[in-house]
């Protein structure tokens, strides 16, 4: 689901079938990133780390196999509550088209458990415009489609 709250805040949700302490962990653990975190369903994961504590510093690369360009990513942890909750500086190391180098905007996640499934509430704040918001809910829908696929099949 993907709920534009206004034209720099995008909302997404998903629901997987795991325990929200698998599903926190897929999103915080390097490894298991490096198998899902990318926004298109033939793309890799070069790069994934992740140092989970408040200041903290994570980083991840998406490569395009076509065009063969990295897209990468970076920011720092600001809250870290296992496993209900993680929020994040987003800022691109490479500009996009709406975005320049180094722009933060901020990533919340929350980790919603019942009945043996989790829910997944992205909110990414702090966007440029609504052209960049669509733009970033293409990647997350990317990547909440290839977390399922990758690391959760039903």
């Not at 994961?45 to 196999?65: C, F, H, I, K, N």
């Not at 993680?86 to 691109?92: K, L, S």
């Not at 996640?109 to 499934?117: R, V």
Request: charged content about 20%; hydrophobic content about 35%.
């Amino acid at each position: 689901m993907t709920q534009a709250t206004d034209s720099t805040v995008l909302v997404l949700q998903r629901t997987y079938p795991a325990s929200r302490e698998r599903v926190f962990d897929a999103w915080t653990n390097p490894e298991v990133m490096r198998i899902w975190y990318t926004a298109g369903p033939t793309w890799s994961t070069p790069v994934a780390e992740s140092d989970l504590r408040v200041g903290g510093a994570y980083r991840v690369s998406m490569q395009d196999p076509d065009s063969g360009d990295i897209h990468s990513a970076s920011g720092k942890y600001t809250e870290v509550d296992r496993p209900s909750k993680v929020v994040f500086t987003w800022a691109w190391e490479t500009p996009s088209a709406s975005t320049e180098v180094g722009t933060p905007s901020l990533v919340t996640l929350e980790f919603l458990e019942a009945d043996g499934a989790t829910t997944v509430v992205l909110t990414h704040s702090g966007l440029a415009d609504a052209k960049d918001r669509d733009s970033h809910g293409h990647g997350w829908n990317g990547c909440f489609d290839n977390l399922g696929t990758r690391v959760f099949t039903s």
